[in-house]
């Protein structure tokens, strides 16, 4: 599959080079190709520069963001929650129609009070960018959890799940096909129903940062256990 992800910093990497592991035609889109292999110090994340990865992953392409718009089969949506509508525009997003869009983005903010959502209760980002982008098929996965677990379910475990939500169901099974890949089989991707469940997806990540503050790490899933 032709998939193209945008956004450079942790959580792209680790998809973009899972995915081309797996054996998909991936490249990430950015707004200034050369600005991003310019840098040589890392993100305010500590994440080291985009070069250093690039090298060690040669058959990943980074491509001005209109190049992976066209590319893209599917598209994963890796970029800052408050830049998402931006980032997509500028990978023309709005002309493709029936695209998938895979959303792993949080609308994370940070006030004086600590960390906050830009969008929440009423609304998400996911719902926000499907309003946006009106002829894409947006799905939600992959939000709740660090980006190593993403790529890797085994750092975590237990039979830990991950959640899909949209309004599109081919879609959705696409997406779904792609954490099977991942490692994300035997029943472990759990359909909430349509966008809206994003919300909850979404609102999770206030918890989720107290949880890894307590425990002292980061490789933490949720678990379902029924009677």
Not at 25 to 47: F, I, L, N
Not at 73 to 91: D, H, I, K, R
Not at 185 to 214: K, M
């Amino acid at each position: 599959m032709r998939i193209a992800v945008l956004g450079t910093g942790m959580v792209g990497r680790a998809l973009a080079g899972r995915l081309a592991e797996l054996g998909h035609d991936v490249v990430v889109g950015t707004r200034d190709p050369a600005a991003t292999m310019d840098r040589t110090e890392p993100d305010r994340a500590g994440t080291p520069p985009y070069r250093e990865w690039q090298e060690q992953h040669p058959d990943v392409r980074l491509v001005p963001s209109p190049e992976a718009g066209v590319h893209a089969e599917l598209l994963v949506n890796a970029t800052a929650g408050t830049a998402s509508v931006e980032a997509l525009t500028g990978a023309g997003v709005g002309e493709r129609a029936g695209l998938v869009v895979l959303d792993v983005a949080n609308p994370l903010v940070f006030t004086d009070d600590g960390p906050a959502l830009s969008i929440a209760n009423t609304d998400s980002l996911a719902e926000t960018l499907q309003r946006a982008f009106p002829r894409a098929r947006v799905v939600k996965s992959l939000n709740t959890m660090t980006a190593q677990v993403m790529v890797d379910p085994a750092r975590v475990p237990g039979q830990h799940v991950v959640f899909v939500a949209g309004d599109d169901a081919e879609a959705k099974a696409t997406v779904s096909g792609l954490l099977g890949e991942m490692g994300w089989g035997d029943g472990r991707v759990v359909d909430l129903g349509g966008l809206a469940a994003a919300r909850g997806t979404e609102g999770f990540l206030l918890l989720w940062l107290s949880i890894a503050q307590a425990y002292g790490t980061f490789d933490l899933n949720i678990a379902v256990h029924l009677p």
